[in-house]
């Protein structure tokens, strides 16, 4: 696994320590994750029993628009859009039946979309947003922790947002104050305020 | 009194039918047959003298004769639940390899096996577990929660125990109390593909430690023999009940190394067995020399072959 920029796992049982050291780091390739995230550190205990995964990721990829994948060609009679990439075409379809409905939007074949001239404009067309990756992402991480987490840990908080992010979780209800008491230290260790 | 031993026969379909012949002129039994493209693999009980001239028959075409010490015995694979946390890796990895070794291995995930606080053992999947000849429990990580669950997911199991845990061996000795047949160490929640030098070593070890396990058993099994060998009640269901080889299961009986597991349904299939002739004269019954009970496993059968100290009988 090439290394994290900061990667520790706690443990007061040392076995266990290793053991989760492994079980993250398979996770994480398994997941293809580690290019996601920049900083992970984790924290296990058995006894109280709690398991705190905290982390930074190190960029979130930016939404995905119709100018990334796309060339917009306003023409005098109709807009052709003259897909580069395709891995998006459907997110964009969709979206433009929605707008524009069906019967202005003709695909005469894989790589070319064609919309009557006048419905929108060239800037209007190339910022649309078309799908949001982080979205996905978040969820990606916040599966890979619970995947990490012991399973018998069913209660469960858990946070992402601006690229932090953590979990908690515990085989018993977690305290109120968990967060202030666990998980800004373990921040701070990082060197990050949460 | 010939001594039959459990080995395997890895060779090509062709001309595998000979081999078979063999094996049953010589007087031994096939527990079962793989047919996997062009190989099969036949887990069988040989009689030792004979050994060397399987090897030399099978030399021309290309089979191999390896002793597999569990032939011929059934065991569960205990997880403590089918989650990803848990499957496929260990317990499938536990389960393939003690496959390679002879045995027919079940996996038994239970509904909740995991948490320590909150893991507990079912009815059925203790009666199921009990069915076996020994259960493979693939544990977790932390010694304390194996200290804490362990009591819980062994209460009324009486079959062997074979404990694997992330802990050394020593640890896992120290933590389960009363102590269990086998411990190995080093193994715990592993979430990728056993396939490092020192994980198989630990996949070896654990055979080990389970032929140790069943053959202490075997060897109290000596001392008051069953009236029957299990693979002759096979072949003799076999031979006088047709529909067994019309079922589709791999093994439509399953050998252990105390009784059978007929794939049959119990209902309708109990009473044909109990009245199977064992011996040529008819004087002996399957009934007569075992219980015949329904099985938790579906709705299948199961017999227990009772002790010659018992019915004074030895087929």
């Known amino acids: 696994m090439p290394p994290l920029n900061y990667f520790v796992v706690e443990s007061p049982d040392a076995v266990g320590r290793e053991a989760y050291e492994r079980i993250a780091g398979d996770v994480l390739q398994d997941l293809d994750l580690i290019k996601v995230i920049d900083r992970l550190?984790?924290?296990?205990?058995?006894?109280?029993?709690?398991?705190?995964?905290?982390?930074?990721?190190?960029?979130?990829?930016?939404?995905?628009r119709v100018s990334n994948f796309a060339n917009v060609n306003i023409g005098e009679k109709m807009i052709v859009l003259d897909i580069g990439d395709e891995t998006y075409l459907a997110p964009l379809l969709r979206q433009?039946?929605?707008?524009?409905?069906?019967?202005?939007?003709?695909?005469?074949?894989?790589?070319?979309?064609?919309?009557?001239?006048?419905?929108?404009?060239?800037?209007?067309?190339?910022?649309?947003?078309?799908?949001?990756?982080?979205?996905?992402?978040?969820?990606?991480?916040?599966?890979?922790?619970?995947?990490?987490?012991?399973?018998?840990?069913?209660?469960?908080?858990?946070?992402?947002?601006?690229?932090?992010?953590?979990?908690?979780?515990?085989?018993?209800?977690?305290?109120?104050?968990?967060?202030?008491?666990?998980?800004?230290?373990?921040?701070?260790?990082?060197?990050?305020?949460? | 009194m010939t001594t039959l031993v459990p080995v395997t026969y890895k060779g090509g379909v062709y001309r595998h039918d000979e081999i078979m012949d063999l094996i049953d002129d010589l007087g031994g039994y096939i527990v079962q047959k793989h047919v996997m493209a062009q190989d099969v693999v036949l887990?069988?009980?040989?009689?030792?003298?004979?050994?060397?001239?399987?090897?030399?028959?099978?030399?021309?075409?290309?089979?191999?004769?390896?002793?597999?010490?569990?032939?011929?015995?059934?065991?569960?694979?205990?997880?403590p639940s089918l989650e990803i946390h848990h499957l496929p890796h260990t317990a499938c990895d536990i389960a393939e390899y003690l496959r390679r070794a002879g045995a027919k291995t079940n996996m038994v995930g239970l509904a909740r096996g995991f948490g320590k606080r909150i893991a507990n053992l079912n009815d059925e999947e203790r009666d199921v577990i009990n069915e076996h000849d020994l259960a493979v429990y693939a544990l977790g990580s932390f010694e304390e929660c194996i200290r804490q669950k362990f009591p819980v997911l062994r209460r009324g199991i009486q079959v062997p125990i074979v404990v694997t845990g992330a802990p050394d061996r020593e640890t896992l000795v120290r933590a389960i109390d009363p102590p269990v047949e086998g411990y190995v160490g080093g193994v715990g929640r592993i979430m990728h593909r056993f396939k490092?030098?020192?994980?198989?070593a630990k996949l070896d070890e654990l055979v080990d430690e389970v032929s140790r396990t069943l053959d202490a058993r075997r060897d109290a099994l000596a001392r008051d023999p069953l009236s029957v060998f299990p693979?002759?009640?096979?072949?003799?269901?076999?031979?006088?009940?047709?529909?067994?080889?019309?079922?589709?299961?791999?093994?439509?009986?399953t050998a252990q190394m105390e009784g059978l597991r007929v794939k049959l349904p119990y209902d309708l299939y109990a009473d044909d067995i109990r009245s199977l002739a064992v011996t040529a004269d008819g004087a002996v019954t399957v009934g007569d020399i075992a219980d015949v009970l329904p099985s938790r496993m579906r709705n299948y059968i199961l017999i227990r072959i009772k002790p010659f100290s018992e019915t004074r009988i030895l087929v």
Do not use: C
């Open chain 2, 43 to 79: 887990q069988s009980f040989v009689p030792r003298d004979d050994i060397d001239l399987i090897r030399e028959v099978a030399k021309p075409l290309a089979g191999e004769v390896v002793e597999a010490p569990l032939v011929g015995t059934e065991i569960a694979v205990v997880s």
């Open chain 2, 196 to 200: 490092r030098p020192e994980e198989l």
């Open chain 2, 231 to 253: 693979p002759r009640l096979m072949a003799i269901i076999e031979e006088q009940l047709p529909e067994v080889s019309m079922l589709t299961h791999p093994t439509p009986v």
């Open chain 1, 96 to 194: 433009l039946w929605a707008r524009y409905g069906k019967e202005n939007v003709d695909q005469p074949d894989r790589f070319t979309v064609v919309l009557p001239a006048g419905v929108a404009g060239e800037e209007e067309l190339e910022q649309m947003v078309v799908a949001d990756p982080s979205e996905t992402l978040y969820k990606d991480v916040i599966y890979a922790l619970q995947y990490i987490a012991p399973e018998g840990f069913k209660v469960r908080r858990q946070y992402i947002k601006d690229e932090k992010f953590y979990y908690v979780a515990s085989e018993d209800t977690l305290p109120g104050d968990i967060v202030e008491a666990m998980v800004r230290p373990i921040f701070a260790k990082m060197g990050v305020t949460l």
């Open chain 1, 41 to 64: 550190h984790i924290y296990v205990d058995p006894k109280v029993p709690i398991f705190v995964a905290a982390g930074l990721l190190r960029h979130m990829p930016r939404a995905i």
